[in-house]
């Protein structure tokens, strides 16, 4: 059963937005993760400190949260690990053929209004609804 968590969603989406907000602001950079990421790989990119400094924030920010509050923040999967690895290599694939991932195209994109994006982002919200569809409801699973 998937938990329902509205204030740490919301706390969590509104330091997303404005984490996007401020690259934008600073940086005229979209804040998309593969993109980053991809910049930190070799050959790495000539403006690899910002890429560093974004990608350690979005690491440290919840040990942040677990040092603050003293609650650790948990992670569990019902799904066998070779299964999310196939998983996040489909996505790769995804992201790959869709010109950028989640972060790019549903939190900057749409908010740039790019058609692009828009179309993007309601094709892979889509297709994790019939999955989730399929999984629970067809094949009986987690």
Not at 107 to 133: D, E, K, N, Y
């Amino acid at each position: 059963m998937t938990a329902f968590t509205p204030l740490a969603s919301f706390v969590g989406g509104t330091m997303i937005g404005l984490a996007a907000v401020l690259l934008m602001a600073f940086h005229g950079r979209i804040a998309g993760m593969t993109g980053i990421i991809t910049g930190l790989l070799p050959p790495v990119s000539a403006d690899w400190g910002w890429r560093a400094a974004f990608l350690a924030g979005a690491v440290a920010a919840p040990l942040a949260v677990t040092l603050l509050t003293g609650t650790p923040i948990g992670f569990e999967s019902p799904v066998p690990t070779p299964w999310l690895i196939v998983g996040g290599l489909i996505v790769g694939v995804g992201v790959y053929f869709g010109s950028g991932c989640t972060s790019g195209h549903g939190v900057c994109g749409i908010a740039r209004l790019s058609p692009r994006s828009i179309a993007a982002t309601l094709t892979f919200m889509a297709t994790a609804i019939a999955t989730v569809f399929v999984i629970r409801h067809v094949l009986g699973g987690f």
